[in-house]
């Protein structure tokens, strides 16, 4: 049940006092009452800035919820379900405290932000986590309540930023692939991290043997959206590559995301050119069948796949020559990328 408090306020206007209402000065409350099953998909978490959940009533969150601003106070006296994310900015805080003794459940998580987080005289179970940042007085636990089963205060956050229960889990929104001139590129965000260590990007040409081509690191602890992306710059040719994330935690714990798959163009037949010398010590030379009349680039890559270095060329030639001195001793490929197609030839520098 949602109710608009009206304010009540005076204006004196000729000698005369008025007593004047608004809906204005202060802010709706969200109450649900005992009887009343509410689901977060269902409210308008913008329009309400006092939250209460009266005694037989129950509030379940279906949905991921980010409630920030001017919030005054979120009370439980009946019961809280979370199933998916709530994270909470507001300085009123929340506050579960004696009403009925059904338990609120939290099989998702909570980021307590700002505010206080207190438990008085009410059970809080489930199989999710609660992050409670700032220092220890932003967590209260007494009057015979519970967090996951602890009673104290000490034993539910021994340490400070408190995180109760499960390890709150990187949260993956999307991970997208896609092929570029012969690059793969692999874009993530995430909508919150907690204790995110890195990523290791894996590749697998049948879908269930993976090997690590790369890593980034992570960002720790962060509410905010975080955007990634990586390079395979010596993706697998002609065929079917498949990619997964392999998410690690600062103390090891490992997770998974889905697996995305991308389909590379079979490699352009090279009669059009040829390197010269080869092998060689000083420079790369490219010799074209005929004059070089469009745009292409030029890429010399390791035989791990790494790139070494990168050339774009529209000149009006039939030769090409680099400088390769600096460049160690070993087997590289050259690849040429032109017209949306991909060539390549392996060079030896000695």
């Not at 300085?91 to 008085?120: A, H, L």
């Not at 992306?229 to 490992?254: C, H, I, K, W």
């Not at 745009?295 to 039939?318: C, F, M, N, P």
Request: aromatic share 10%.
């Amino acid at each position: 049940m949602r109710k608009v408090q009206q304010g009540l306020y005076y204006l004196t206007l000729f000698g005369m006092l008025f007593l004047m209402t608004t809906t204005s000065i202060q802010a709706q409350e969200l109450e649900i009452n005992g009887g009343e099953n509410i689901l977060a998909s269902s409210i308008n978490w913008n329009n309400f800035d006092k939250v209460t959940i009266k005694s037989g009533g129950t509030l379940t969150i279906d949905v991921d919820v980010t409630k920030s601003g001017s919030m005054q106070e979120f009370k439980v006296e009946g019961v809280l379900v979370i199933n998916t994310g709530f994270t909470l900015t507001w300085p009123g805080g929340m506050t579960f405290t004696e009403g009925d003794s059904n338990d609120s459940t939290i099989n998702g998580n909570i980021i307590q932000s700002n505010g206080v987080f207190k438990i008085d005289k009410k059970n809080v179970v489930g199989s999710g986590g609660v992050l409670i940042e700032g220092p220890s007085d932003n967590f209260t636990l007494d009057g015979g309540g519970t967090l996951f089963g602890q009673s104290s205060k000490s034993s539910a956050c021994p340490s400070y930023p408190c995180q109760a229960g499960v390890a709150l889990p990187v949260e993956l929104v999307t991970f997208e692939v896609g092929e570029y001139d012969g690059v793969v590129m692999l874009h993530w965000v995430t909508a919150s991290e907690i204790d995110n260590h890195y990523f290791d990007i894996e590749r697998s040409s049948s879908g269930t043997d993976f090997k690590p081509i790369g890593r980034l690191e992570g960002h720790g602890t962060k509410e905010q959206a975080t955007r990634y992306e990586f390079a395979d710059e010596m993706p697998v040719l002609n065929q079917t590559s498949y990619y997964r994330l392999r998410q690690v935690d600062f103390d090891g714990t490992e997770d998974f995301s889905p697996i995305v798959s991308v389909q590379m163009r079979a490699m352009a037949t090279k009669a059009d050119w040829t390197l010269f010398p080869n092998p060689t010590k000083s420079t790369i030379g490219i010799r074209f069948s005929g004059i070089l009349d469009e745009r292409v680039q030029i890429r010399v890559v390791d035989a791990q796949g790494k790139l070494i270095r990168t050339y774009e060329e529209h000149s009006q030639s039939s030769y090409l020559s680099y400088p390769i001195a600096d460049i160690p001793a070993g087997t590289y490929w050259v690849q040429i990328i032109k017209a949306g197609e991909i060539s390549q030839e392996k060079i030896i520098i000695h």
